[in-house]
Nanobody, 128 residues
Framework: QAEVQESGGKLVQAGASLTLSCAASARSFRTGTLAWFRQVPGQDREFVAASRWSGTPITKYAESVQGRFTVSRDNAKDTFDLQMSSLKPEDTAIYYC????????????????????WGQGTQVTVSS
């Protein structure tokens, strides 16, 4: 069973909004770091956003999504959600949720190698 699992990807038009969810565990929120990455086939995996809640809570975003994407925690559902707005065709990708069992220092939160567990991914397609 996957440690994290994404859902919510679909085909939308440019300018639309869409929310992706990552089902995680309560432990993830207590002591870990959760992140969203995305990948276009043939390209490197790209950091989108990450959050940790232990120690000094912090959230980081990639410049390419700053101001358009927001991550949040749903305590009732134990999900880590990615709210995406003003979607562009270049946001088209497979979106992955990733978990680190420990906290990650802010300067390394965008490093995919710091995350041990990955979901299967969910496809987001933005048409022009």
């Amino acid at each position: 069973q996957a440690e994290v699992q994404e859902s919510g990807g679909k085909l939308v038009q440019a300018g639309a909004s869409l929310t992706l969810s990552c089902a995680a565990s309560a432990r993830s929120f207590r002591t870990g770091t959760l992140a969203w990455f995305r990948q276009v086939p043939g390209q490197d995996r790209e950091f989108v956003a990450a959050s940790r809640w232990s120690g000094t809570p912090i959230t980081k975003y990639a410049e390419s999504v700053q101001g358009r994407f927001t991550v949040s925690r749903d305590n009732a559902k134990d999900t880590f959600d990615l709210q995406m707005s003003s979607l562009k065709p270049e946001d088209t990708a497979i979106y992955y949720c990733a978990e680190s069992r420990g906290t990650i220092v802010p300067s390394q939160m965008a490093w995919s190698g710091r995350y041990q567990y990955w979901g299967q991914g969910t496809q987001v397609t933005v048409s022009s």
